[in-house]
């Protein structure tokens, strides 16, 4: 099911991005004091009182001839028509300014559930400072400390009550997998090769595909739904208003599958923005294969395959639980074992193991390898249980989680990977201190 979305939108420079980091959890957003920072809207995921959303900053809302203005504008126009409810931030030092009042103006049209937050509202003092804001019609002003972090809670209580019904859930028992890529590199083709038709657009023009689309297909009885998204682009590049939302859709692609196709271009080789591609895949934590397309129109040696596969691995380290698949779209080479291998890592993906199991792996891995010891202080492991499918999530139970170094944390991650078949998926080891 698809989470609901939440975008912040305000004028430069009222602390949107400080909000959302805290709101996100982690320092994704750029904070300067420089107005327009924050040039494209930036996607993460909030969670709040088992309530999960996509979070979305967006760059200010301002007219002026200052660089990059008219597609900020553009931008966080886009993530209003995406979100479901919107934080509307103004600053309450600075009072209303006429850059809030076009915001405003821009919010009215929406119809879209909007609240007031009220940013750098420090202290109980400064409260007073928030009565002139119910002027702009947006009902009660919601006091925020982004720098202190006061006033989340009761912005996101707000924030949640204006969510829209979940909708029933049909059953669907088809695995669901999407290709994503940089533009242009056969994630279209590679569709309608699946397909046998040519159900979707190809075309040699980069950023035909605008949206994320969904067809199913059969494959020795198992249903899958397939889902092609738009070619994702360097930020900086993406200026067309309809390719911004083919972003925003293609991202949400991701969450919703069960294994993500990243496709590579044979012809161009690997570049900088397919690691960021596949990325989004990876920090989903969805089952990831990694499929090189065009592999026909390469000139190829004896040692081709395994010199591309090579650079691949050496330049996805974060994806070496991915297999590699060198395909043509044009002449269906090796197309056939993709459903088949589709299927293998969405069961990995979904994959439990008992704790007893577990814990004989994790102590016959500790024998082999003890744990560090940091600053005299030596790692104990007590216990370790599975507690997630979708990605795997997997719970040690520590003295201090300070003392597992991610160098043992990967470690310990290809012992459980040597002992279980965990192809294509990530696994995420979580260090709890016993209580």
């Given amino acids: ?14 602390g949107k991005s400080t909000i959302f980091n805290r709101v996100a ?30 979070l979305i900053d967006t760059g200010g809302i301002e007219v002026s001839d200052q660089p990059f203005i008219k597609q900020i504008t553009a931008q966080a126009e886009i993530a209003i028509d995406e979100a479901d409810v919107i934080i509307f931030m103004v600053n309450g ?5 006429d850059a809030d009042e076009r915001v405003a103006q821009i919010l009215y049209r929406s119809n879209k559930p909007v609240v007031l937050a009220v940013n750098k509202i420090d202290n109980f003092e400064s409260r007073a400072d928030i009565y002139d804001f119910y002027s702009l019609g947006f009902g009660d002003p919601y006091p925020i400390s982004g720098a202190h972090g006061l006033g989340l809670g009761d912005l996101l209580d707000e924030v949640i009550k204006n969510f829209p019904e979940a909708p029933e859930e ?12 940089r533009p242009n590199v056969g994630k279209s083709s590679l569709v309608n090769a699946f397909l046998g038709d040519n159900r979707v657009i ?3 023009v980069a950023g035909t595909t605008r949206d994320a689309i969904d067809s199913k297909f059969v494959h020795d009885g198992q249903e899958f739904t397939i889902v092609d998204t738009a070619g994702i682009r360097k930020r900086g590049k993406v200026y067309e208003k309809t390719e911004k939302y083919s972003v925003m859709r293609a991202m949400k692609a991701i969450d919703e599958s069960d294994v993500v196709l990243v496709v590579l271009n044979a012809e161009e080789g690997i570049r900088e923005q397919d690691k960021r591609v596949a990325g989004y895949a990876h920090e989903a934590g969805r089952g990831v294969i990694i499929v090189v397309n065009k592999w026909d129109a390469l000139k190829k040696d004896n040692h081709s395959q395994q010199q591309f596969e090579a650079a ?73 249980t599975q507690v997630a499918t979708q990605p795997p999530a997997i719970v040690l139970f520590v003295n201090d989680p300070e003392l597992l170094h991610f160098s043992y944390r990967r470690y310990l991650e290809n012992q459980i990977r040597k002992n279980f078949d965990f192809t294509g998926t990530p696994i995420r080891i979580i260090p709890r201190s016993r209580k």
């Fill in 312 to 384: 691949i691995r050496a330049e996805f380290q974060y994806l070496a639980y991915a297999p590699i698949v060198f395909v043509s779209a044009k002449t269906k080479q090796r197309l056939s074992q993709l459903p088949d291998l589709i299927e293998k890592v969405n069961t990995n993906h979904k994959k439990r193991i008992s704790s007893s199991t577990l814990n004989e792996v994790i102590m016959d891995a500790v024998a082999m390898t003890p744990t560090p010891t940091i600053k005299t202080r030596k790692l104990r492991i007590y216990y370790a």
């Fill in 25 to 54: 959890g982690e320092r994704i957003s750029i904070v300067e004091n420089t107005p327009g920072v924050t040039r494209d809207r930036i996607y993460s995921h909030g969670e709040w009182l088992g309530h999960n959303f996509n």
């Fill in 202 to 204: 190809v075309s040699d």
């Fill in 170 to 181: 049909k059953k669907d028992n088809s695995i669901r997998f999407s290709l994503i890529g």
């Fill in 93 to 97: 030092k600075q009072g209303i300014t």
């Fill in 1 to 14: 099911m698809a989470q609901p979305t939440v975008a912040i939108v305000g004028r430069p420079n009222v």
